[in-house]
Nanobody
Framework: QVQLVESGGGLAQPGGSLRLSCAASGFTFSSYVMGWYRQAPGKQRDLVATITSGGSTKYVDSVKGRFTISRDNAKNMVYLQMNSLKPEDTAVYYC??????????????WGQGTQVMVSS
């Protein structure tokens, strides 16, 4: 069975840091682009960052320079280091695994999410 389990969320002060972790199992981790998404109540789920198996990264503009996504293919882990946190970073953060097949069919797996709250 496919599992993505997030951890590391919690409460941080503005300007503080948190490190999110995602443990993956049940699929070929190295074949998937991994990502972090976030969703606040009543709002859509938005992309935060992605990382390919080779380490190529992309970030939404609002987190560039503050967040760093990384992965360890040997451990089937993906991380999101969040620095200089802002109140607008408050959301449930979801780990995502995505793969587009040779027939251009997208497959997505999702974790249950971990809450991040940034407040003074």
């Amino acid at each position: 069975q496919v599992q993505l389990v997030e951890s590391g969320g919690g409460l941080a002060q503005p300007g503080g840091s948190l490190r999110l972790s995602c443990a993956a199992s049940g699929f070929t981790f190295s074949s998937y682009v991994m990502g972090w998404y976030r969703q606040a109540p009543g709002k859509q789920r938005d992309l935060v960052a992605t990382i390919t198996s080779g380490g190529s990264t992309k970030y939404v503009d609002s987190v560039k320079g503050r967040f760093t996504i990384s992965r360890d293919n040997a451990k089937n882990m993906v991380y999101l280091q969040m620095n200089s946190l802002k109140p607008e970073d408050t959301a449930v953060y979801y780990c995502n695994a995505q793969r587009t097949t040779a027939w251009n069919t997208r497959r997505d797996y999702w974790g249950q999410g971990t809450q991040v709250m940034v407040s003074s």
